[in-house]
């Protein structure tokens, strides 16, 4: 049995919040945030132990070779070229935002290449999935309330639920008609 989650995408993954909750060195602003930021790199960084560490004879190394430079190299070129302001601490926010876009792929690539996948890890990428649209919903509703528009979260957020399309019509299709997700998916 070899474990078919993606440890590179979960390194993107432990980077993007480490990048984005920078601002805990600087900024207080509650302690419900505190904990909240401290507690989401805590279980990043327990999930790359977790699959690198304590349970590395069950992880698929062998299908999980795709390679980060492809994202981190267009990712940190755009994050100094579009920011809200050249400071490191909004360039490493920028990236944040950037990286969570396309951290998924390397899960994607993984599946497309084993041509399955168990059905534990199609409910996680599917509620990842959602929890994404749901984050388009939010600032819909936030620009009808407050007129507020976050044009990088915005794109990277679309660009993010738009690499899912392809997974929930596969998981609506299959996964939830009880039978095993079968690929190539096309990424």
């Known amino acids: 049995w070899e474990l078919s989650i993606s440890g590179k995408s979960q390194i993107l993954f432990a980077l993007v919040f480490t990048t984005r909750y920078l601002d805990l060195l600087t900024n207080f602003i509650s302690i419900y945030n505190t904990v909240m930021k401290v507690v989401f790199l805590l279980c990043a960084y327990t999930t790359v132990y977790m699959i690198y560490g304590k349970f590395r004879k069950t992880f698929d190394i062998e299908n999980d070779t795709f390679r980060l430079e492809f994202l981190l190299v267009p990712v940190i070129g755009l994050s100094f070229l579009e920011n809200y302001s050249f400071t490191p601490l909004e360039i490493l926010w920028t990236f944040s935002i950037y990286l969570e876009s396309v951290a998924i792929l390397p899960q994607l690539f993984m599946i497309s290449k084993t041509g399955e996948a168990e059905t534990i890890t199609t409910h ?12 388009l919903a939010n600032w819909i509703r936030r620009y009808q309330t407050e007129n507020f528009y976050d044009q990088i979260a915005v794109v990277s957020g679309v660009v993010q639920t738009i690499f899912y399309c392809d997974f929930f019509y596969l998981y609506v299709t299959k996964v939830l008609k009880g039978k095993k997700l079968s690929l190539p998916m096309p990424i």
């Open 124 to 135: 996680y990428l599917f509620f990842l999935g959602l929890y994404r649209a749901l984050y």
